[in-house]
């Protein structure tokens, strides 16, 4: 946006794609104003602007913008589930400086802020009612959407299994006080977050639905599992130990996954060269954690039948997944702290949620960091284009 239409938002005091702000030091309501343009629930098509640096009244708040308050308000998007996009710049308009955060309206309403759906009512903020989150939802339109939240049109309602939804997804996707006041059908909910692809009949499953409370995922998404196997040697000729798959919607497949690696994971003792014993386990649990449902995040579930394949060896373990980098992630930056992007960034969503993941982004960078303090080599990636393959090394 240039110039001259930012001084004309500026002093239009009654446009809801403004918000004015005097100093950043209430960031929740900052939040809370950029949830709200994600959304455009008035469907302007258009982006909301935040400026910070200005009265109510749009006269200049001689607020001094440095480098230090614009990576502040560059770092927001921590609890926003999906992530707005968001532009944060240094302006002069009409002769005062401003921090302008500049929000363009999200392709898969609605955007949360801590569990809630915010949105602009004329000049004033407030929560989403369901009618305003059922229009949200109907504002999606399918060549917009990532392949997660694609309809199924060979699935039906009958496939969910809407007691994993109602008692586990829910409680752990909402705060107490919206489930408790929430009077809206089952389908409302469903689609409030993503799991049906709309209201209007036939109501039809997202790929993330299937994935998350189906009732047999695999039956629609073929590679949607996790293939584990532990081998005596070195070699993928050598014996199998053991072998198993893992199965069942996403939330069942993680916690046999954890079951899994806490088993396979040996803990030495040392009490010969210590004055107390020492238990050193030869991969650490938390880094095995991260790189595995990275794998299950980034993955492409789309034009493959292949499954992440878990190969643990008497030396090392490989961790593969379909799909290579995605989105501003290439060949020659994977892995770097602060590049990453989402293949499936409603899945994502859902991981945050049930609380798989914790910080968007760090994976590898925590995964790395648990294998240094344990005394493991650092984790090998091979990247393709097809494919992204993780090497962790035994502790020795």
Same mark, same amino acid.
């Given at each position: ?24 030091? /209430? ?191 695999? /039956? ?77 995040? #980034? ?41 990453? /992007? ?52 035994? #502790?020795?």
């Amino acid at each position: 946006m240039d110039d001259a239409e930012l001084e004309k938002l500026l002093k239009d005091l009654e446009s809801d794609r403004v918000e004015r702000k005097a100093s950043p030091s /209430d960031r929740d309501k900052i939040r809370q104003a950029i949830c709200a343009f994600a959304n455009d629930l008035p469907n302007h098509q258009k982006p909301g602007v935040l400026f910070i640096g200005v009265n109510d009244d749009s006269s200049c708040a001689n607020l001094a913008i440095t480098d230090e308050l614009l990576l502040k308000l560059s770092g927001m998007l921590g609890n926003f589930l999906p992530f707005p996009t968001m532009i944060v710049q240094k302006r002069t308009i009409a002769g005062c400086k401003l921090a302008v955060i500049i929000v363009e309206p999200s392709y898969a309403p609605p955007v949360r802020y801590n569990g809630r759906v915010w949105t602009r009512v004329g000049p004033s903020r407030c929560t989403a009612s369901a009618d305003d989150e059922r229009r949200l939802s109907e504002k999606r339109r399918f060549r917009d959407l990532p392949f997660d939240i694609q309809p199924l049109s060979s699935a039906s309602l009958d496939d969910f299994n809407l007691n994993l939804f109602q008692q586990e997804y829910l409680p752990a996707s909402l705060p107490p006080d919206i489930l408790e006041q929430n009077q809206r059908t089952t389908e409302q909910k469903l689609a409030s977050v993503r799991f049906i692809h709309r209201l209007d009949p036939p109501i039809q499953p997202t790929n993330l639905g299937i994935l998350v409370i189906g009732k047999e995922p695999r /039956d629609f998404i073929p590679g949607a599992y996790i293939q584990f196997r532990r081998i005596e040697g070195t070699e993928l000729t050598d014996p199998t130990k053991d072998q198993k798959e893992l199965t069942g919607s996403i939330s069942q497949i993680l916690r046999q996954l954890d079951e899994t690696l806490q088993i396979n994971i040996s803990v030495a003792s040392d009490f010969i060269t210590q004055p107390l014993e020492i238990k050193q386990p030869d991969y650490p649990l938390v880094a095995l954690q991260q790189l595995t449902r990275n794998a299950v995040l #980034h993955r492409t579930y789309e034009s493959t039948n292949a499954p992440v394949r878990i190969t643990w060896f008497s030396d090392r373990i490989e961790i593969q997944n379909p799909g290579g980098p995605f989105g501003q992630v290439t060949r020659q930056n994977f892995g770097q702290p602060g590049i990453t /992007d989402y293949r499936n960034p409603n899945l994502a969503e859902v991981l945050k949620n049930l609380g798989y993941v914790q910080r968007f982004g760090a994976g590898i960078s925590i995964a790395q960091k648990e294998l240094q303090k344990n005394g493991n080599p650092p984790p090998e990636f091979t990247v393709e284009e097809s494919c992204i393959l993780a090497v962790i090394r035994r #502790h020795l």
